[in-house]
Nanobody
Framework: QVQLVESGGGLVQAGGSLRLSCAASGLTFSSYAMGWFRQAPGKEREFVAAISWSGGSSYYADSVKGRFTVSRDNAKKTVYLQMNSLKPEDTAVYYC?????????????????WGQGTQVTVSS
């Protein structure tokens, strides 16, 4: 079965960096666009970033543009989210998701598979 497993979350001070990883199994990873979403306490889950199946295209939410970078290694079946200049408002559970498509999906319903999430906490 398909599994997406996130790792790399933790506690960091404002201004710091974290790198999240999402390891995929049970799917032809290079055929899937990958996305990152996050959900803060008491808020709805929101889109963060997406990367195309080839890694040639990416898209970011305005709130993270210039601070976060999404990348992927199809040989390792892993997608990454490098988060720099972190702010307390970045505190959330971060999820990766996979979409069997060729675009850069930004809506939850467009994704076929989801990971369980990893907690990121940014202290002020």
């Amino acid at each position: 079965q398909v599994q997406l497993v996130e790792s790399g979350g933790g506690l960091v001070q404002a201004g710091g960096s974290l790198r999240l990883s999402c390891a995929a199994s049970g799917l032809t990873f290079s055929s899937y666009a990958m996305g990152w979403f996050r959900q803060a306490p008491g808020k709805e889950r929101e889109f963060v970033a997406a990367i195309s199946w080839s890694g040639g295209s990416s898209y970011y939410a305005d709130s993270v543009k210039g601070r976060f970078t999404v990348s992927r290694d199809n040989a390792k079946k892993t997608v990454y989210l490098q988060m720099n200049s972190l702010k307390p408002e970045d505190t959330a559970v971060y999820y990766c998701a996979a979409d069997r498509g060729t675009g850069l999906p930004r809506r939850e319903w467009q994704y076929d598979y989801w990971g369980q999430g990893t907690q990121v906490t940014v202290s002020s």
